[in-house]
């Protein structure tokens, strides 16, 4: 990790600490017993700051380029307790999603329902997590102009990630593999809503209504809708980091990635079986049929056989050229505004290089 980017981190990371104080002071005024505070507070600490914290740096980093300098303290630590907001929201979506999905281990530790004497309180304990961003927007922003924007965008994007979820959940079973329901635009919308929504567009429209972005202005003699055009950018940036994770999946040995596990053994719809479901001969789709989904290494090691014989490799390699040049071209055709409240192609250019070409 480079010094600019640990520092920016121990930054965040800072702002935490405190924000999970405010928490907490808040559970003890509403006169919870001792045991209550303390196993709020396992919860916060277990769940919520592990992580990359892409997402939440996204937040302050996107304010930061809308300002075009350095945020002081005030306007950082707001951005900040967004960020954290959708670390929050990242961490009840992880919560419930580990019980659903009989996960065993996150973030190297065992999944919170499974930690010693927790096991489905974690339900409950995860719709606090989500609880605690709304008393965090009420604390920090009731007086602003950018509140209700703020409200409306975090109850829409955790609508759409449960649609995604939903359409997981009955498209890949892990007990009753049903390849039949898979397809390519199944996929596309599991990853849109699923993960691009709240991964992608969430932090930099946050920022965006945190800055003053308004909802339309002029530039270059044209009129710019800067959400519609954020969304625009970022859902299909959000598309391709999801493939290049699937691909990843099916290239790199999970104990690079850090998994245990993989797409194929687990019967995710993934957009690598997609690919060779649409390409396989007969023969090529009895073998997906019979070996998919399979708690089995040779199994295993029979799919990833076929997708190497019908190409997802080049069919990959040609999908990141094609969805890179497109990507540029439309950050590109952003008119350049003058002023805090006008788009930036540095946000969008920003999330590209992190994702292009990645390995991991």
């Known amino acids: 990790m480079s010094s600019d980017k640990a520092a920016k981190r121990a930054r965040f990371e800072g702002a935490w600490a405190r924000i999970r104080e405010e928490l907490v002071a808040h559970v003890v005024s509403e006169?919870?017993?001792?045991?209550?505070?303390?196993?709020?507070?396992?919860?916060?600490?277990?769940?919520?700051?592990?992580?990359?914290?892409?997402?939440?740096?996204?937040?302050?980093?996107?304010?930061?380029?809308?300002?075009?300098?350095?945020?002081?303290?005030?306007?950082?630590?707001?951005?900040?307790?967004?960020?954290?907001?959708?670390?929050?929201?990242?961490?009840?979506?992880?919560?419930?999603?580990?019980?659903?999905?009989?996960?065993?281990?996150?973030?190297?530790?065992?999944?919170?329902?499974?930690?010693?004497?927790?096991?489905?309180?974690?339900?409950?304990?995860?719709?606090?997590?989500?609880?605690?961003?709304?008393?965090?927007?009420?604390?920090?922003?009731?007086?602003?102009?950018?509140?209700?924007?703020?409200?409306?965008?975090?109850?829409?994007?955790?609508?759409q990630t449960e649609l995604g979820q939903l359409i997981d959940l009955i498209t890949a079973d892990e007990v009753h593999v049903e390849l039949d329901k898979f397809s390519l635009e199944k996929h596309r919308l599991i990853v849109i809503y699923k993960t691009a929504y709240y991964s992608f567009y969430l932090p930099v429209a946050l920022a965006m209504y945190q800055s003053g972005v308004p909802a339309s202005y002029t530039a270059s003699g044209k009129t710019i809708e800067p959400y519609k055009t954020a969304l625009s950018i970022l859902l299909p940036l959000g598309e391709y980091f999801q493939i290049q994770d699937d691909f990843l999946d099916f290239s790199v040995p999970p104990e690079q990635l850090g998994k245990i596990g993989t797409d194929i053994v687990d019967n995710k719809c993934s957009w690598c079986v997609n690919i060779a479901l649409a390409a396989c001969t007969p023969a090529q789709r009895a073998v997906l049929d019979a070996n998919y989904g399979r708690k089995d290494a040779?199994?295993?090691?029979?799919?990833?056989?076929?997708?190497?014989?019908?190409?997802?490799?080049?069919?990959?390699?040609?999908?990141?050229?094609?969805?890179?040049?497109?990507l540029v071209a439309m950050i590109e055709a952003i008119p350049e505004g003058e002023g805090r409240g006008t788009l930036r192609r540095e946000i969008f250019t920003s999330f590209l290089k992190k994702i292009y070409k990645r390995q991991k």
């Open 31 to 159: 006169g919870m017993p001792a045991e209550a505070v303390e196993w709020y507070g396992k919860n916060l600490d277990y769940n919520v700051p592990g992580g990359k914290l892409n997402r939440g740096m996204s937040v302050t980093d996107t304010a930061e380029i809308l300002k075009g300098a350095p945020l002081d303290d005030a306007e950082y630590y707001k951005a900040a307790v967004l960020g954290w907001g959708v670390e929050l929201l990242q961490a009840f979506f992880l919560v419930s999603d580990d019980i659903m999905d009989s996960s065993i281990t996150r973030r190297g530790q065992p999944c919170w329902y499974r930690a010693p004497g927790v096991g489905m309180i974690a339900i409950n304990d995860s719709f606090m997590l989500e609880a605690a961003i709304y008393f965090l927007l009420k604390k920090h922003f009731r007086g602003d102009a950018c509140y209700v924007d703020l409200l409306e965008l975090f109850h829409e994007t955790t609508h």
């Open 298 to 326: 040779e199994a295993e090691a029979r799919v990833k056989a076929v997708f190497e014989e019908v190409g997802v490799r080049e069919k990959y390699a040609a999908y990141e050229a094609e969805v890179y040049a497109r």
